[in-house]
C-alpha cells in the first residue's frame, strides 16, 4: 500500500505541484487543506502518513498547525514548506516537532529525497 | 564622547603600564603560567577597548599581539628574547597611539611593519605539540572543562565533530539547528563555534565544530548527522583527558570582561564620534569605589568638627599659648585643604547627564514637529557626584516642558517675526560656593495672569489671592503640585505632576529653582545648587535658648537691630534696610518657641535671606558666629520636619539643627 500524505499550502497552484511529485513518484495524496486550521481537521480524520506543511496562511499558521498535530499525534511526520528567509519559523516549526523542511522553488529531487528520508 | 575618551585613555594607559612590567618579568621566569595569562587578558581587553572606541590600528595591533601571546600560552611557541623584544616594540607603539588619541583624538602611527612582525613569528614558529581543542580555538572555561572530565570519569566518550554542509544548501541555519537537535537527543553539546546563536543566525560558512559528549560510538554519530539532508560531511575527532590537562582555560573574570565589552559596544557605538581633533590634555588618574570616597568624606567631616570642638575648648579656657595658636592655625589649614581636595576629588562633570539630552531634544522635537537647537554650555562644569545623579530627572523635564510648552511651532514663530529653528539653551556654571544650571528657551513665555487664572480654576488659590499677588508669585503657581498650563494634556509633559516634582528634587539637593520669563520671549529656569551636600559654611545663630545654623548660600547679610526699627506696614511687620522694605519673620515663630515681648528686649538679630526674588529679614534672638559645619541627615522619622533640613555636631558636641528657610516668604 503506497503511503498517504496530506499537502497543506493556501495557494492552488503550490499544492498541485507538491501534488505531481509526489503522486508521479508514488505516494498517494489523499487530502489537500488551504489552512492550518483545515489542515488539523483533516489530519485528525485521516492520519495520513505525511504532512507536507507551508508556514504562512490564513485562519490558522503552519507553526500552529504543527504544535496542534503534534498535540493529537506525537509521531505526525510533517515537512515544512518554506520561503528563503524564514530560517526562525522553520527552526520553530521544528522545535516543535516538525522532521525537515522543503525550500520554495521546489524541485522534485530535494521534495522526494525529504520525502524519503522521512518515511523510510 | 571625552568621557569614554578619558576612561579609554586611563585604561589603556594602565593595561600598558601593567603589560611592560609584565613582560619585563616574563623575560626572566619565561614559564610563569600566570604571567603569561596576564599578559594576554591586558592585551585581549585593550583589544576590546580599542575596536570599541574605533581606534583600529591598536585593536589590529593588539589583536596581532594577542595571537602571539596565546601561542606562547598554549606552549606552541617558546619565548625567546626576540619574541620579547618585539613585544616590547609593540608596546612602545601602542603608548605612542595612546598618547596620539590624547592629544589629537586620531591614531596617527602607523602599525603595519609591527604587525608583519608579529605575523611572522606566528608563521616560523609552529610547534608540533598541538593541543586539538587549541586548535580549533575553543575557549573553555575551567567549568566546562570540569563538566567534560567528569563525563570521561563516567565512560562517555568526547568528540571534536567538524560537520561540514553542502555548499549552497538552502536555510543552512535550520540545517545546523537539525544537526545539533539530533545531536542533542544522543547526547550532550558542550559547546559550539560558532555559537548556537550564532548557528540559528546563519553567522557560519556551511561549516561548524561542535564539542561533544555521549555514549554512542563514533559510527553512530556519523550515521545521525550525516542522516540529515544537505549535510555533506563529519570529522570525528576523540578527545581525551590528556587534550584536555593541555588546554589553557580562559578564565571567568575574563568571561566578565568581553561581556562587558560587548554591552559598552551595543550601547554607546553610535554616540561616539572617532574624528574628534580637538585638544584632549588627560594627566594620569585612578579609579577608585565612590563608597571608599563617601567614607573619606566621613572622616574628613569627623576631624573637622573635632578641630572646631578643639578651638571651642581653647576659647572657652581663655587658653592663649603662641604655640597653641600656632598648632591650631596649622591644624586648620590642613584641614581646609584636606577638605577641599577631597570635595574635588568626588567632583565629576555635569556632561555626564547633559550627554543625553541632544539625543532626547531631537527626537522629542522631531516628535512634536518643532525646530530646536539645543545649544549647550558649561558641559564641563563639575558638580557633587551624589547631586549630579539626581539631577537627570528635573532636567530632563524641564527641557521637555520647554519643548512642549515653551516653544511654538515653526509656523506660528514665522508669523511672530522669530527665527523658525527655537534655541534651546542648556548651561552650568560655578557661582562662588553654587552651581548654577539654567534651561533657557525663547519660545512663548509664561503668561502670569493666564497661570493665575488656572491656579484659581485649580483651586489652588482665590480671586482675592489672585488680585494681591504679584507676577512672579502667579508664574511660581506653576510650582504648585496639581498645575498644568497646558490646556490639552500631551503624552510628553504637562500633566501637572511636573514642576512641583522637579521643584522638590532640586530642594532636597538643598538647591532653589526660579524663572525668568517675559511673554512672547521666553523663559528662563534658573537652579542653583550647593557645590557639595556634605560640608557647608553657615551661620549659627541662637534663636531662644537653642543654637541653630542657617547655610550661607541663601543669606545676604545679617544685622542687629534695635525693636523701634520695625514697622508695620499693610499688617505685615517689615524694616527698611538702606531704603529697601525688607518683610519680616520670626524664626520663633516658625519654630513654635515663645516670641518676645518687643518691650521687653532692647536688640534683636535680622538675618537678611534670599529666596527667589525676594528678600526676607528672618528675626533671630542672637548671631553666634560663622563657620564649617557638616550636614548630618536628620534620619527617615524626621526628614520631613518643617523648617529643618538637617543637623550638625558643633564644637562642644551639642547638636544644632539646620534651618531650611528656603520656604519662609
Same mark, same amino acid.
Given at each position: ?7 497543506v ?16 513518484a ?6 489537500e ?8 481537521e483533516?489530519y485528525?480524520?485521516?492520519r ?24 493529537i ?7 515544512m514548506?518554506s ?5 526562525a ?8 516537532g ?10 522534485n ?12 | ?7 579609554f585613555?586611563d ?8 603589560l ?5 618579568e ?5 614559564n610563569?603560567e ?5 599578559i594576554f ?8 577597548m580599542?575596536a570599541?572606541m574605533?581606534f583600529d ?26 619574541i ?10 601602542l ?19 609591527i604587525?608583519l612582525?608579529l ?24 567549568e ?16 571534536l565533530l567538524d560537520?561540514e ?7 543552512k ?5 537539525m544537526?545539533?537537535?539530533s ?13 548556537l546563536k550564532?548557528?540559528?543566525d546563519?553567522?557560519?560558512d556551511?561549516?561548524?565544530?561542535v564539542?561533544?559528549?555521549?555514549k ?12 540529515i539532508?544537505?549535510v ?5 575527532t576523540?578527545?581525551t583527558?590528556? #587534550?584536555?590537562e %593541555?588546554?589553557s582555560?580562559i ?5 566578565e !570582561?568581553?561581556?562587558?565589552? =560587548?554591552?559598552? *559596544? /551595543? ?23 565612590i ?25 572657652r579656657?581663655n587658653f ?5 595658636n600656632?598648632?591650631l592655625?596649622?591644624?586648620d ?8 581636595t ?10 555626564r ?10 527626537d ?12 549647550i ?6 558638580l557633587?557626584?551624589?547631586?549630579? #545623579?539626581?539631577? %537627570? ?7 521637555r516642558?520647554? !519643548?512642549?510648552?515653551?516653544? =511654538?511651532?515653526? *509656523? /506660528? ?8 529653528i ?5 548651561t552650568a ?5 553654587e ?12 503668561d502670569p ?8 480654576e ?11 499677588m ?7 503657581l506653576?510650582f ?18 511636573g ?17 525668568d ?31 541653630y ?7 545676604? *547679610? ?6 523701634d526699627?520695625?514697622?508695620?506696614v ?30 521687653e ?42 523648617h529643618?533640613?538637617?543637623a ?6 551639642e ?8 520656604n519662609i516668604a
Amino acid at each position: 500500500m503506497s503511503k498517504t500524505v496530506l499537502i497543506v499550502d493556501d495557494a492552488a497552484f503550490m499544492r498541485m505541484m507538491i501534488k505531481n511529485i509526489l503522486t508521479e513518484a508514488g505516494y498517494e495524496v489523499v487530502a489537500e487543506a488551504e489552512n492550518g486550521k483545515q489542515a488539523v481537521e483533516k489530519y485528525n480524520e485521516l492520519r495520513p502518513d505525511l504532512v507536507t506543511m507551508d508556514i504562512t496562511m490564513p485562519e490558522m499558521d503552519g507553526i500552529t498547525a504543527v504544535k496542534e498535530i503534534m498535540a493529537i499525534d506525537s509521531n505526525a511526520k510533517i515537512i515544512m514548506c518554506s520561503a528563503m528567509g524564514q530560517q526562525a519559523m522553520v527552526i520553530e516549526a521544528i522545535q516543535s516537532g516538525a522532521k525537515d523542511f522543503i525550500v520554495k522553488p521546489f524541485k522534485n529531487e530535494r521534495v522526494l529525497e525529504a520525502v524519503k528520508k522521512i518515511l523510510g | 564622547m571625552s568621557q569614554y575618551l578619558r576612561m579609554f585613555l586611563d585604561e589603556s594607559e594602565e593595561y600598558l603600564q601593567s603589560l611592560n612590567q609584565n613582560l619585563l618579568e616574563l623575560e626572566n621566569n619565561p614559564n610563569d603560567e600566570q604571567l603569561i595569562n596576564e599578559i594576554f587578558r591586558a592585551a585581549h581587553s585593550l583589544k576590546g577597548m580599542a575596536a570599541t572606541m574605533g581606534f583600529d590600528k591598536m585593536a589590529n595591533l593588539t589583536h596581532e599581539m594577542e595571537n602571539v601571546l596565546d601561542r606562547i600560552r598554549a606552549k606552541k611557541l617558546v619565548l625567546k628574547t626576540e619574541i620579547v623584544d618585539i613585544l616590547f616594540i609593540c608596546l612602545d607603539r601602542l603608548e605612542k597611539l595612546v598618547k596620539e588619541i590624547a592629544t589629537s583624538g586620531n591614531e596617527a602611527s602607523d602599525v603595519e611593519d609591527i604587525v608583519l612582525r608579529l605575523q611572522n613569528i606566528k608563521n616560523e614558529e609552529t610547534s608540533s605539540k598541538n593541543s586539538i581543542i587549541d586548535d580549533n580555538f575553543f575557549d573553555l572555561e575551567s567549568e566546562e572543562k570540569d563538566q567534560i572530565l567528569q563525563y570521561l570519569k563516567k565512560g562517555y566518550f568526547c568528540y571534536l565533530l567538524d560537520v561540514e554542509l553542502v555548499e549552497g544548501c538552502l536555510l543552512k541555519s535550520v540545517r545546523g539547528f537539525m544537526v545539533i537537535k539530533s545531536l542533542k537527543e544522543i547526547g550532550i553539546v558542550i559547546k559550539s563555534i560558532p555559537s548556537l546563536k550564532d548557528i540559528e543566525d546563519e553567522k557560519f560558512d556551511y561549516q561548524f565544530k561542535v564539542l561533544y559528549i555521549t555514549k554512542e560510538s563514533e559510527k553512530e554519530i556519523r550515521e545521525t548527522v550525516t542522516d540529515i539532508i544537505d549535510v555533506k560531511g563529519v570529522t570525528i575527532t576523540r578527545i581525551t583527558e590528556e #587534550d584536555l590537562e %593541555g588546554q589553557s582555560v580562559i578564565s571567568t573574570a575574563e568571561m566578565e !570582561i568581553a561581556v562587558t565589552e =560587548e554591552k559598552i *559596544e /551595543t550601547e554607546e557605538t553610535p554616540q561616539i564620534d572617532r574624528k574628534t581633533s580637538q585638544d584632549i590634555k588627560v594627566s594620569p588618574t585612578i579609579r577608585v569605589d565612590i563608597d571608599k570616597l563617601d567614607s573619606l568624606m566621613n572622616l574628613v567631616a569627623e576631624l573637622l568638627i573635632n578641630k572646631t570642638r578643639l578651638e571651642e575648648i581653647c576659647n572657652r579656657m581663655n587658653f592663649s599659648n603662641e604655640l597653641l595658636n600656632d598648632i591650631l592655625q596649622q591644624l586648620d589649614r590642613v584641614t581646609m585643604n584636606l577638605q577641599h581636595t577631597v570635595m574635588q576629588v568626588r567632583m565629576v562633570p555635569i556632561e555626564r547627564i547633559f550627554n543625553r539630552f541632544p539625543r532626547m531634544v531631537r527626537d522629542l522635537s522631531k516628535e512634536l514637529n518643532k525646530k530646536v537647537n539645543l545649544i549647550i554650555e558649561g558641559a564641563e562644569t563639575e558638580l557633587d557626584r551624589s547631586i549630579i #545623579d539626581s539631577l %537627570g530627572d528635573p532636567l530632563v523635564h524641564l527641557l521637555r516642558n520647554a !519643548i512642549d510648552h515653551g516653544i =511654538e511651532d515653526p *509656523e /506660528t514663530r514665522r508669523r511672530l517675526g522669530k527665527p523658525e529653528i527655537a534655541e534651546l539653551r542648556l548651561t552650568a556654571s560655578q557661582k562662588g560656593n553654587e552651581i548654577l544650571i539654567q534651561v533657557i528657551d525663547d519660545g512663548r513665555g509664561l503668561d502670569p495672569d493666564k497661570i493665575g487664572r488656572k491656579g484659581i480654576e485649580r483651586g489652588l488659590i482665590t480671586k482675592e489671592e489672585f488680585d494681591k499677588m504679584s507676577d512672579q508669585e502667579k508664574i511660581n503657581l506653576i510650582f504648585r503640585p496639581g498645575f498644568s498650563t497646558s490646556d490639552t494634556i500631551s503624552d510628553i509633559s504637562g500633566r501637572g505632576v511636573g514642576l512641583d516634582v522637579v521643584k522638590r528634587t532640586v530642594e532636597s539637593l538643598d538647591g532653589h529653582i526660579d524663572i525668568d520669563t517675559e511673554i512672547g520671549k521666553g523663559t528662563t529656569f534658573n537652579i542653583s545648587l550647593p557645590l557639595t551636600l556634605a560640608i557647608t559654611q553657615a551661620l549659627l545663630v541662637k534663636i531662644c535658648d537653642e543654637t541653630y545654623a542657617i547655610p550661607l548660600s541663601v543669606i545676604v *547679610e545679617a544685622e542687629d537691630i534695635t525693636p523701634d526699627r520695625i514697622q508695620m506696614v499693610q499688617g505685615q511687620e517689615v524694616f527698611l534696610l538702606r531704603g529697601h522694605m525688607i518683610p519680616l519673620v520670626w524664626s520663633h515663630k516658625l519654630l513654635g518657641l515663645p516670641v518676645p515681648d518687643l518691650n521687653e528686649v532692647d536688640q534683636l538679630s535680622v538675618v537678611v535671606i534670599r529666596t527667589g526674588k525676594k528678600y526676607v529679614g528672618l528675626i533671630v534672638t542672637e548671631l553666634i558666629n560663622q563657620q564649617d559645619i557638616v550636614i548630618k541627615s536628620l534620619g527617615e522619622f524626621l526628614i520631613n520636619t518643617p523648617h529643618i533640613s538637617g543637623a550638625t555636631i558643633l564644637g562642644d558636641g551639642e547638636v544644632a539643627l539646620i534651618l531650611d528657610v528656603r520656604n519662609i516668604a
